[in-house]
C-alpha cells in the first residue's frame, strides 16, 4: 500500500465524520492552545525580566553590607555589621579592572519647587552614576565631582520631576527643597523609563553624603561596580573582596554579579516555565483521551468494513497503519488549529496589551505540535491493534 | 484450480462440537458454476469460507493453484485472497464514504497498485458491469442492485481464478437479482469459476453443477456423478 493511500484513505475517514473530528481534535487543540499561551507568557516574563537587568549592561557588580547566603535584596543592616561607607567606595575603585565604584542611597522624599511639591525617589549616588549606568544629561550636567563626604547641596532632576514641576521652564541654578534641605538644580536627566516597576524619571539625584543625611543613615544601601567588560568576573570580584576584607576585617558583605543574578532568576523562571509546560501537557493528555475514545468507537462500528479489507488482501499491518493513521491525523490537525489559535491570541495580546509580557517560544510551539502528534500515536495504538488483530471472517460477520 | 481433501472444520458451541465440514471433498476446475444448497447449519458458508481462505480447517489440506494453502501465514493468505480469490456478499459490503470508482479500486490500492493504472482499470470494470455513469457515485447514491454491481465490479477487478458469492441477491429485490446472476454468469462464461452459494432454488438450479450439503457433508454433487 502506497503512502499517499494510506494518508487518502486516513483523510476521507475524518472528513466522512466531520463534526465528531472536529470535537476531538479541538479536546487535543485546546491542549496545544493552552501549550503556547502558557509557555508564551513564561517565555515573555522571563525576557522582559532579563532585559530589565541587563539595560545598564552585563559587566555590573553590586556590593551590599550584611552577607547573605542566598541572593535576596538585603533590607536592613545587622547590628555585627559594619557599614558600607563611601570610604569604600572610594577604595573599590583601585580594585583591578573596575572603571567606576558608585556609592548609593535611595529612599522617597518629597521635593518643592515652585510652589509645587512631589513625592519622587531619591537616588542618593556618587558622581559617576550617570557614567557607570550609561544616563544622560538634558540639560545642565551631572553631580560635581565634589569632595565625597562634603559635596555641594545640588539635585539633578528625573525627566518626568523637572516636567511635573516646571513644565517647560529653566530649572537650572533653581533652589528647591528636598525632605526639607535646600538644593540647587544643577541638571535634568533625559527620559529612562521603568526598572522592575521603578519610574527612573521620577527620581531625584543627589549627591550621596546629602542621601546618608536625608535617610539618616550610617551606611550605604550598595555600591555599585562598573568593570571593564573583557576582565574576568572571577578576579573582578576577587580584588573586590580583598580591599573590603582588609578594610572591614570580616566578610560582612555580598557581592552579587549581574551573571548570578540572572542564574538565579532564569532558574526560577525555568521552574516557572517547566510547571507551566506540564500544565499545558495535562490538557494534551485528555485530548488524547479524547482521540483514544474515538479511535475505539471507531473500530467497533467499523469493524465489518476492516472485514471486507482483509477479505479483499489487506493485510494486518495495513489495518494497524489505516487506524494509526487516523488517530495521528485528528492528533495533528488538532494540535495545528491550536497552535494556530494560540499564536493568533499572543498576537491580539501584543496589539492590544503591549505592556503584557508574552513571547512566542519556537521550542515550545514545535515541541506542543510533535507531543500532539506523539500523543495521536500512543492513543492510536491500542485500538489500531485491535482492529488488525481481528480475524477477517468475525468482522466480516459482525452487524 | 481447486482441490480440498479430507477437510474438517469443527466448531466449539457451549460444551458440544460441532462438525461444520465432516471429511470433505471437493474439486473446482477453471470456468465451473457450482451451486451449493443445504439447510441452515449445513456447513455452506463455512464451505465457501474455506475455500475464500477466511476460514481455515482444522483436518485435511487445501490445494490451490496446485499450492498447499491450508498452512499459510496471515500474511500470505491476504495474499492469496488478493490474487486469486473475488467474494460477493449478501450485504454488498461498499465502504459507504468511497465513490463506487474507489470502492472498486480498493483491491489494486491495498495491492500498491499505482494511481492511473488502477484508476483505468476499476473504470474498465465498472463500465463491464454497467456503471460507467455511476462512477463517482456513492453507495447510498446508487440501488440495491447498482450496489452489488460495484460489489461484484471490486470482486473482479484483479482478475481472481474463483468468484465466491454468498446468498449475493439476498438483500435485492426480483429484477435486481436476474441482474445480478446474469452479469456473474456473464463473467463465468468469459472463464472465472463461480460458486454461488444460495437458499433459492430457482438460483442453484440454473448452475451447472449442484453441491447439496447436510450436517457438513457433502450429500448429492452431480458434478462428481457426471465424471
Redesign the interface.
Known amino acids: ?2 503512502l ?2 494510506v494518508i487518502r ?1 486516513t483523510a ?2 475524518v ?2 465524520q466531520r463534526m465528531r473530528s472536529a470535537l476531538t481534535a479541538l479536546g487535543l487543540g485546546i491542549g496545544v492552545t493552552a501549550v503556547v499561551l502558557l509557555t508564551s507568557i513564561g517565555a515573555g516574563i522571563n525576557l522582559y525580566i532579563v532585559e530589565q537587568f541587563t539595560q545598564f549592561g552585563t559587566n555590573t557588580i553590586a556590593v551590599q553590607p550584611g552577607k547573605a547566603s542566598t541572593f535576596g535584596i538585603s533590607a536592613g543592616v545587622l547590628n555585627s555589621v559594619r557599614p558600607l561607607s563611601l570610604q569604600d567606595a572610594e577604595a573599590l575603585k583601585r580594585a583591578p579592572y573596575v572603571l567606576h565604584s558608585v556609592p548609593a542611597v535611595s529612599g522617597a522624599a518629597s521635593v518643592k519647587a515652585r510652589g509645587r511639591e512631589r513625592t519622587v525617589n531619591v537616588f542618593a549616588v556618587g558622581p559617576q552614576f550617570d557614567q557607570a549606568f550609561k544616563f544622560h544629561v538634558s540639560r545642565g550636567s551631572f553631580l560635581p565631582n565634589d569632595d565625597l563626604e562634603r559635596p555641594r547641596a545640588v539635585a539633578v532632576l528625573g525627566a518626568r520631576v523637572y516636567s511635573e514641576l516646571y513644565g517647560s521652564a529653566n530649572p537650572l541654578n533653581d533652589r528647591i527643597r528636598i525632605g526639607g534641605d535646600r538644593y540647587r538644580v544643577v541638571g535634568v536627566m533625559e527620559p529612562k523609563g521603568d526598572m522592575l516597576g521603578i519610574d527612573l524619571d521620577d527620581t531625584v539625584y543627589i549627591p550621596a553624603a546629602s542621601g546618608l543625611a536625608l535617610f539618616n543613615r550610617e551606611g550605604l544601601h550598595e555600591i555599585d561596580i562598573l568593570y571593564d567588560e573583557r576582565a574576568p568576573v572571577d578576579e573582578v570580584i576577587a580584588g573586590i573582596k580583598r580591599i573590603l576584607l582588609a578594610r572591614h576585617g570580616g566578610e560582612d558583605f555580598t557581592i552579587i554579579d549581574q551573571q548570578q543574578m540572572l542564574d538565579v532568576l532564569g532558574s526560577i523562571i525555568g521552574v516557572l516555565t517547566f510547571g507551566i509546560a506540564v500544565l499545558g501537557g495535562i490538557s494534551l493528555l485528555v485530548g488524547g483521551v479524547g482521540i483514544f475514545t474515538i479511535m475505539t468507537i471507531a473500530v467497533r462500528e467499523r469493524t ?2 476492516i ?12 489495518i494497524l497503519q489505516l487506524f494509526l493513521g487516523e488517530a495521528v491525523l485528528l492528533a495533528g490537525l488538532g494540535g495545528i488549529a491550536g497552535l494556530l489559535v494560540g499564536l493568533g491570541i499572543v498576537a491580539v495580546v501584543h496589539l492590544t496589551i503591549p505592556a503584557m509580557p508574552a513571547q512566542i517560544a519556537p521550542v515550545y510551539v514545535v515541541l506542543a505540535e510533535t507531543i500532539a502528534v506523539i500523543i495521536g500515536l500512543i492513543a492510536g495504538v491500542l485500538p489500531a491493534h485491535r482492529a488488525a488483530a481481528l480475524e ?2 468475525e468482522a ?1 460477520r459482525t452487524e | 484450480m481447486m482441490r480440498l481433501e479430507n477437510i474438517c472444520r469443527d466448531f466449539q458451541v457451549g460444551d458440544q462440537v460441532v462438525h461444520a465440514l465432516d471429511h470433505v471433498d471437493l474439486e473446482i476446475k477453471p470456468g465451473e458454476y457450482i451451486s451449493i444448497m443445504g439447510p441452515s447449519g449445513s456447513g455452506k458458508s463455512t464451505l465457501l ?1 474455506i475455500l ?1 481462505l ?2 481455515r480447517p482444522n483436518l485435511g489440506t487445501y490445494w490451490l493453484n496446485g499450492a498447499d494453502v491450508s498452512s499459510l501465514d ?2 500470505a493468505l ?2 492469496q ?3 486469486h480469490i473475488g ?1 460477493i ?1 449478501q ?1 454488498f ?1 461498499l ?4 465513490s463506487a470508482l474507489e470502492n472498486v479500486e ?2 489494486l ?4 497498485a ?2 492511473a493504472a488502477r484508476r483505468d482499470r476499476a473504470r474498465e470494470v465498472l463500465d463491464s458491469v454497467g456503471l460507467a455513469t455511476r462512477l463517482d457515485h456513492r453507495p447510498d447514491q446508487l440501488s440495491g442492485g447498482e450496489r452489488q454491481r460495484v460489489a461484484i465490479g ?1 470482486a473482479i477487478v ?1 482478475n481472481p481464478g474463483l468468484l465466491l458469492a454468498d446468498e449475493p441477491t439476498g438483500n435485492l429485490d426480483s429484477r435486481s437479482s436476474e441482474d445480478v446472476i446474469e452479469l456473474i454468469e456473464q463473467l463465468n462464461r468469459n472463464g472465472i469459476s463461480l460458486m454461488v452459494v444460495t437458499h433459492d432454488p430457482d438460483i442453484g438450479r440454473r448452475a451447472q453443477r449442484h453441491i447439496s450439503l447436510r450436517d457438513g457433508k457433502i450429500v448429492t454433487d452431480d458434478g462428481r456423478l457426471s465424471r
Do not use: C, T, Y
Open positions: 500500500m502506497l499517499r493511500d484513505f476521507q475517514s472528513l466522512a465489518p468494513e472485514g471486507l479489507l482483509r477479505a479483499i488482501g489487506a493485510k494486518r499491518r495495513h477477517p471472517l466480516l | 469460507n475464500g477466511l476460514d496471515d500474511n491476504a495474499e485472497r488478493q490474487q467474494f456478499f450485504a459490503h465502504i459507504p464514504r468511497l480498493l483491491p490500492l491495498l495491492a500498491g499505482p494511481v471490486r484483479m
